[in-house]
Nanobody
Framework: QVHLVESGGGLVQPGGSLRLSCAAS????????MGWYRQAPGKERELVAE???????NYADSVKGRFTISEDNARNTIDLQMNSLKPEDTAVYYCQVQYIQFYYWGQGTQVTVSS
């Protein structure tokens, strides 16, 4: 069993930055993949960024060059640095990890980009 708790969401103006953090109940070294997804109202959940246990990173085209996913081994977190935020980035952001053959999700954190 893995518990994930996201934090760092909020309201930000266009062009601003936010840093999301996902705290895991197990060491992040035990995960095969770690990622951030988002779901906007009326839309399906989509991948934002992911990182594998070997360090390979993958980003959605819409966030390349603006978002960065990283792992903090000391804090046992998976972080998402979001810069140059746009109104279309508004969504609930979810953390997901793969542990053995199972996928676990956090409860989500709201990000709203608006002036």
């Amino acid at each position: 069993q893995v518990h994930l708790v996201e934090s760092g969401g909020g309201l930000v103006q266009p062009g601003g930055s936010l840093r999301l953090s996902c705290a895991a109940s197990r060491t992040i070294f035990s995960f095969n993949t770690m990622g951030w997804y988002r779901q906007a109202p009326g839309k399906e959940r989509e991948l934002v960024a992911e990182v594998t246990s070997s360090g390979l990173k993958n980003y959605a085209d819409s966030v390349k060059g603006r978002f960065t996913i990283s792992e903090d081994n000391a804090r046992n977190t998976i972080d998402l640095q979001m810069n140059s935020l746009k109104p279309e980035d508004t969504a609930v952001y979810y953390c997901q990890v793969q542990y053995i053959q199972f996928y676990y999700w956090g409860q989500g954190t709201q990000v709203t980009v608006s002036s």
